[in-house]
């Protein structure tokens, strides 16, 4: 088991499917330095098989360069016998290739923490948003480990997904739900991706399959299957991080000025309520107080706890839902990448995958 400063003497070894876009990337950059894990294997398609890791174009700022030790690798396939001497992978694949990759790796018993959407909604995978339901995850873990798939979610419901478990746990009680998402452009990957032509000086008012996506994944996470959930999407021309507009009505009969100020205490009181891993945010929710009515920002606020913790702020009532608020997620980070990352390291940690 790893100790207290979360040192291991040896470090498992770890690879990337679909290692070459922009998650994948941010999958490499996170794995640098980490101290349980190593990242020995990058797969990717036939256009990149073969090219030393470091000359694969880079897409992402923060770093701005690729890591060091991964520049070093030679990008194979993404073939299972390429990654065996891995203790597990994680999958950065789209969807479509996805649905025929990952499951060879399930069959082999190699675990697999996927990003992709193709079994997110499939009864027998978890879908876990670490900072959000993780507890969920461990006590799964402690019951049926078998054959480890597991997905996070859409990079969207990822930020939603614990504001939301915050109110559950403090006892509120969920009834409707709408969201308004302005969404980065790195969301769109690098394939197809959007041109400069398309997303400049614009806002598109529609991204593909997104709403259903968001709307499902809420109740599933939630564990609620009648929660009414209505979401609009929308790309707009930032980098990283998403942000969303969010009101929600609770089931309550209390007036809306005391559902605000319990709502606030949610939030500043939450608690993920697992063991501190090292990916873990100190803070899985920053809420900014009512002097601060500009914020959050994806400028400002995508990098706080290193791109993990959901930033919160404007919550107000509502006069149509209960209450409304802004929240701010990184979308590679949080929403993709470092929640794998974090869901491995609760399995690793629980004693599922073992040194």
Known sequence: MPGSEFELDQKLPVGILGATGIVGQRMAALLEGHPWFELKVVGASNASVGKRYGNVKWRIDNPSFVPDAASRLEVVSCDLENFQNCAWV??????????????????AVIPIFTNSSAFRMDPTVPLIVPTANGLDFVKLLRTDPKGLLVANSNCTTSGIAVVLAAFVKAGLELDAVTIHSLQAVSGAGVSPGLSVMDIHDNVVPYISEEEPKIEEEIRKILGFDDLKVSASCNRVMVTDGHTVNLAVKFKSTLNKSLLVTKSKKALTDYSVGIKQLPTMPKTAIFLFDETTNDRPQPKLDRMREGGMCTSVGRLRECPVMDIKLTLLLHNTILGAAGSALLNAELAFSEGMIKA
């Not at 994680?90 to 025929?100: K, P």
């Open 90 to 107: 994680f999958s950065a694949l789209d969807s479509s290739v996805a649905q025929e990759i990952e499951p060879r790796f399930q069959q």
